[in-house]
C-alpha cells in the first residue's frame, strides 16, 4: 500500500532529478567546478552516477519521513562527495537530536570528568 | 547500629577501592581522554587570546529533539539571514531518525548563500575561529557507551583562565563547560565541527583549496551575487588563487560582463600563464566579443600545453575555428 505511492513519488523525484542534473553549461567555458576537481573521470559518467546517487539518497529521505519538494532541494544543496556518503547510510550516521533527558547524563559525565582534571 | 556501621566500612572500603583504581588511571589517562584540552593546558598558542566572548550571537532554545535546526539557526541569525529555527526544520530534520545529519547541517546553509566550512579536528582551530567573530557549531555525544546521545551546540566564546567554554546549547542560552567536559563529548564524532559564514567572509582557518570546494558547493545553489562576493573575497584572502580567479571570472561572464571576465582573466594569467583554464576562457570571452583572430592565438597556446583539460580546449578551438569560417 505504502510502496505504490512511495514508487510513484520515487519515480518522480528520479525524472526531476534528472532534469536538475542537465542544466546547460556555457559552452566553451570551463566551470569552476571542474577547474578545481583533478579527477580524470569521464563527466558524462561521473555525472550520470552522481545523478543516481543523488536519486537514492533522495529516495531514503522520503523513506525517513522528509516530503519529496523538500528531499529534491536538500539534495540539491548537496555536494557529490557529500551525496556519495549519505548513500545507504542514512538509517546509521549520527544524527544531533538531544533532548532535555540527555542532561542527567551530561551532568554525570560532567561532573567525573571535571572531578579529576581539576 | 553494627549493621549500619558496617555498611559504612563496607562502603567505605568501595570508595578505597574505587580510588585506588580510578586516581592512576585518571592520572594517566587524562591525556587520552581529553588530549587536546591537556596540549592546551601545556602550552597555550602566543597568537590566541585569553577570553573572547561573541555576546551578540542569538539564542533559539531548541524544541523537542530540533538541535539542529535551533543551532543553524543561531549560526545563521549571526551570519547575517534572518532565520528561524522552524524554517530550518524542513531543510535539515528527518522525522524518522529524529535528528539531523552532519552533512545537511552543511549542506542547508548554501540555500541562503551562506558558505559552510568544516573544521579541522582541532580545539586550536574551533577557538581560532571564536576569536575571529565566528560562533562554531560543535557535535557532541551524551550518551554513555554504547547508545549515543548526539547533540550539537555553538560554542560563543571561551576563557584560558578559567579553562571555560561558552555554548549556546539546547534551552540554555549561556551554558559554561570546562575544556575537558567539551572535549569529552565533541571527540565522539572525531571532533566534527563548522561554521556558516556570509560570502564576503573566509573562515581564519579556511585552506584555499578546501574553501573554494566549499564556495562551488555554494554556488551550485545560491544565486550568483553570493557567488561574486564569495570569489572576490577568496581573491582578497588569496590573491594569486587561480581558481579563485577563475570563478570569478565564470561568474561576470555567466552575468553577460565579458570584459570584466577577460579582465580577471589577464590578471591571473600575469600570475599563472601556463593556466589551461584561463586560457581556454579567456579565448572564449575574447571570442565572444568577435575577437576571433585573438582567441584563436589564445586557444592554440591551451591546446599546445595539454593535460587534463585539452579535450575541453580542443572543442572550444574547434568552435572558434567554425566562426571564423562563417562569421554571421
Partial sequence: ?118 | MTSSLKNARARAGVFRWALIVALPLASAGCALLIPQTESLRNGWPSDLGARVELDSVPFYPQKDFQCGPASLATAMSFGGVSVLPDDLVSKVYLPSRGGSLQVEMLAAPRRYGLVTWQLGPRFEDLLREVQDGTPVIAMQDYGLWPVPYWHYAVVVGFDQASGKVVLRSGEKRRLEMPFAVLEYTWKESAYWAMVAVPPDRVPVTATETGWLQAVVAMERVSGREAARKAYSAVLRRWPDSLNGAIGLANVDYAEGHLQAAEAVLRDALKLHPKSVVALNNLAQAVADQNRNDEALALIDEAVALGGPFSSAAEQTRAQIRKKIAAPH
Fill in chain 1, 1 to 118: 500500500m505504502k510502496s505504490v505511492a512511495f514508487r510513484m513519488l520515487c519515480r518522480f523525484l528520479i525524472a526531476s532529478l534528472f532534469a536538475m542534473s542537465f542544466q546547460p553549461a556555457m559552452a566553451g567555458m570551463i566551470g569552476t567546478g571542474q577547474a578545481i576537481t583533478t579527477t580524470s573521470t569521464s563527466t558524462e559518467r561521473a555525472a550520470l552516477i552522481g545523478t543516481l546517487s543523488r536519486t537514492d539518497v533522495a529516495g531514503q529521505l522520503l523513506a525517513q519521513g522528509v516530503d519529496p519538494e523538500a528531499a529534491k532541494l536538500r539534495v540539491a544543496s548537496m555536494t557529490d562527495q557529500e551525496v556519495a556518503a549519505l548513500s545507504g547510510k542514512i538509517d546509521s550516521l549520527p544524527a544531533g537530536a538531544n533532548s532535555g533527558t540527555g542532561w542527567a547524563v551530561a551532568i554525570v559525565i560532567a561532573l567525573v570528568v571535571w572531578y579529576y582534571w581539576k
